[in-house]
């Protein structure tokens, strides 16, 4: 009987509109357009995008490839991995696709003084007169107060911009575990559902999807990065779009996925999703998964 391989649950007990779906192995917003499987239902689909791709796919590391490349998000847009960060007095700075800086406006104040800074002079205005209306000033003391001021600077705004680019790995790893999971079950068929392993790695992916780790993601299992030789090889890849997924046992005959995300050693991972590989036939490695980015990367 088809069931989902996240919540278990059949179609007869589907609610609320729930229905199966198609879902991407690796994340569509990766470039991934032929990779798929089709036994997850609506709900899970949702909270595996919510809760699990979305920390990957929109990390900043991972825009920049995206933004490079050209692949759209949900949204249809190509993201703009520059588009916050922050000055060196730490106000927030958006930079639009030309990569000019605009500052966000902000009030300081400082003992009897207010300073209102905007792009540009009626922005800084219009912030200085809802202020003071807050202060419960009429409108003619706040004219007034506008007609005193002296000290407006119009500056080329050209700051120190800084980013953001800490990595959370359990969620790197978590991603990589739901890709190799799904692969697993592409490969293998529904009977790997009944590995312990793979129950295992069901339970955490659930408890994710369900948005129990949407502050605090806990320790993912089964999941590294790829071994040394793997990465080292792919130092040396140059200008090859696309994603690899590697079936093996390894030494210990237990069965591991090899995640190659853009060939990057970054985005590479190793996940053991059994630890019996005898028990499926496999011996040895099977035939290496290329798959190749959909790309519209501006010449």
């Known amino acids: 009987m088809r069931k989902c391989i996240f919540c278990g649950r059949t179609e007869a007990e589907f609610i609320d509109g729930n229905k199966w779906t198609e879902e991407h192995i690796i994340p569509e917003s990766l470039g991934n357009e032929t990779l798929k499987i089709y036994d997850v239902c609506k709900q899970c689909n949702s909270g595996l995008g919510t809760y699990v791709d979305k920390y ?8 920049i490839i995206r933004q490079n490349l050209g692949l759209k998000g949900q949204s249809g847009e190509v993201p703009n991995a520059f588009k916050e960060g922050r ?8 930079v639009d696709l030309d990569y000019k800086p605009h500052i966000v406006q902000y009030v300081e104040q400082s003992e009897n003084k207010l300073k209102f800074v905007a792009p540009t002079v009626e922005e800084a205005k219009k912030m200085a007169y809802k202020k003071l209306k807050r202060m419960n000033m009429t409108d003619e003391q706040i004219k007034n107060e506008f007609d005193k001021i002296t000290n407006v600077k119009n500056a080329e705004y050209r700051p120190e911009i800084g980013y953001d680019i800490t990595v959370e790995f359990n969620r790197f790893y978590m991603e990589a575990l739901k890709i190799a999971y799904e692969y697993a079950i592409y490969k293998l068929g529904n009977v790997y559902l009944e590995d312990k392993t793979a129950k295992t ?15 605090e993601c806990s320790e993912c299992p089964n999941v590294c990065m ?13 200008g090859i779009n696309c994603h690899m997924l590697f079936l093996h046992p390894d030494a210990e005959n237990k069965l591991v996925v090899q995640v190659m995300l853009f060939l990057n050693p970054i985005f590479s991972f190793s996940v053991c999703i059994s630890e019996n590989a005898t028990q499926y036939g496999i011996v040895k490695e099977l035939p290496i998964e290329i798959v ?3 790309y519209e990367r501006k010449e």
């Not at 060196?88 to 958006?94: D, E, I, Q, S, T």
């Not at 790695?201 to 502050?215: F, P, V």
């Not at 790829?226 to 140059?238: C, G, H, Q, W, Y």
């Open 292 to 294: 190749d980015i959909k």
């Open 87 to 94: 000055d060196k007095n730490g106000h927030l700075v958006r």
């Open 56 to 63: 990957f796919v929109d990390h900043m590391l991972v825009k």
């Open 201 to 215: 790695i069901k339970e955490y992916l659930y408890r994710a999807i369900k948005g129990e780790m949407k502050k």
């Open 226 to 238: 790829a071994p040394e030789f793997i990465s080292k090889i792919l130092s040396n890849v140059k």
